[in-house]
């Protein structure tokens, strides 16, 4: 392997790697019982501070959203634990007619015709979509915001590498942090096989102009979504959406240091066999009685592979059961409480920052769900140490995705940030002053 990516050593694959992260090996003695290295494993790991232990106002994709214990209770039956792919339908129908109903879910949160099951996060998710574009349309260019998740951004590049799709930019508004209309228009030519817009988008906006977006483009336009948000928002489906991607982690998933994640990922029905991934059905015996199957399978384990889709695999299928539960112990309505929630205690946050000398928040004007972005005169990333000193994580600083915020920031609430967290951060803030 090493002489194929011409390398010479282990140690110069993993140059990439900060020298002040490495560590040769952990500082344990040789020889110890299994209980004492338990012990001073627990305390080295003990310097890690959880979110419990240190309220964190970073968003950007993973949220920490309440997860109720019957969900837990659910994912941990050794039926969905230990289930990997339900090859043989007629002894796997409990996972089937799970898998089934996320898929439902996901196509009554999106308004598409069917979902798969699924993909591993967001990320892929998107670059999936960018090469399913192209297969629908045509073209070789894939335009998308500028202001972008910059692992959205270097994922969607990787997959779009092999394929010869190009990706192209577009500028956000200034005063309302929403996609440049205009430079959109600018950018669209026959060539394009895609268009890519979140809402929420990066800096927790609404994107009000989907139509006025389906409406510039003949091109397949794929949405990003925030999936508690579409409890109270229109679906992408009404805006003319061809393929709805996103991050189900948020969806009854810990974010557990950064995974595992779920992609969602859902399309009209026209696109079906141009789709990656499974797509569960529900169908008859021979007898007559409900059953369920795996109806579509574009993998190239199953299919010859110059027919398949994609060579994704299945093992996100614990988080999709995660996700059903979560959805069909809240419900509807308890969705929509936990996205009012979100939209409430950021609105009132942004309100407490604005109000302290030196902030400004939010910065764009108009309707945000549970992010929003502050601006410091003197420059974020010294607010930032300061509240890293005073026990607690604020926003993401924009300046390492979009050089020109240099003094903005992303802060993110759910609703699992008490009065007391939100206090808390406003009195550090006054004191960086």
């Not at 994704?312 to 995660?322: D, Y």
Request: glycine share 8%.
């Amino acid at each position: 392997m090493l002489r194929t990516m011409g390398l010479r050593s282990v140690d110069e694959l993993f140059s990439d790697v900060p020298p002040a992260v490495r560590m040769k090996q952990l500082a344990l003695p040789s020889g110890l019982s299994e209980q004492d290295v338990v012990s001073r494993i627990t305390e080295m790991l003990s310097a890690n501070k959880t979110m419990a232990e240190m309220p964190t106002f970073l968003g950007a994709g993973l949220y920490d959203h309440f997860v109720p214990a019957s969900v837990r209770a659910i994912t941990s039956r050794a039926e969905f634990y230990t289930s990997y792919t339900p090859y043989q339908p007629e002894v796997s129908q409990g996972i089937l007619q799970t898998l089934w109903e996320y898929q439902s879910m996901i196509c009554e949160l999106t308004g598409m015709d069917a979902a798969n099951t699924a993909m591993y996060d967001a990320s892929t998710a998107l670059g999936e979509a960018a090469r399913m574009a192209r297969r629908l349309h045509g073209g070789k260019i894939f335009l998308v915001p500028r202001a972008l998740r910059w692992h959205r951004r270097t994922v969607l590049g990787n997959y779009t590498w092999g394929g010869g799709i190009l990706v192209k930019e577009i500028e956000y508004d200034r005063e309302t942090g929403m996609l440049d209309l205009d430079d959109l228009k600018k950018h669209h030519t026959e060539d394009v096989c895609g268009v890519y817009v979140e809402n929420p988008n990066f800096f927790g906006r609404f994107e009000e102009q989907l139509q006025e977006i389906r409406s510039a483009t003949d091109a397949p336009l794929v949405v990003g979504i925030n999936p508690i948000a579409q409890a109270v928002l229109k679906k992408p489906a009404d805006f003319g959406a061809d393929i709805v991607i996103g991050e189900g982690q948020s969806l009854g998933n810990a974010v557990n240091f950064g995974g595992p994640l779920l992609g969602i990922f859902a399309c009209r029905q026209e696109h079906v066999r141009k789709m990656p991934g499974r797509v569960i059905g529900l169908t008859k015996d021979v007898d007559g009685r409900r059953a369920f199957c795996m109806t579509l399978q574009t993998r190239e384990q199953h299919i010859r592979r110059e027919k398949a889709m994609s060579n994704i695999c299945t093992n996100e299928s614990l988080m999709a059961v995660a996700s059903a539960a979560y959805m069909a112990v809240l419900g509807g309505n308890g969705l929509r409480r936990v996205a009012v929630d979100c939209m409430r205690k950021a609105k009132d946050l942004a309100a407490g920052i604005r109000a302290i000398p030196g902030f400004e928040a939010p910065i764009f004007k108009g309707a945000h769900f549970n992010e929003f972005t502050v601006r410091y005169q003197g420059g974020y990333e010294r607010v930032h140490q300061a509240l890293l000193a005073k026990g607690l994580h604020g926003g993401m600083q924009h300046a390492r995705h979009l050089k020109e915020l240099r003094d903005f920031a992303l802060f993110a609430v759910t609703e699992r940030h008490t009065k007391t967290d939100m206090e808390r951060l406003l009195d550090a803030l006054r004191s960086v002053l």
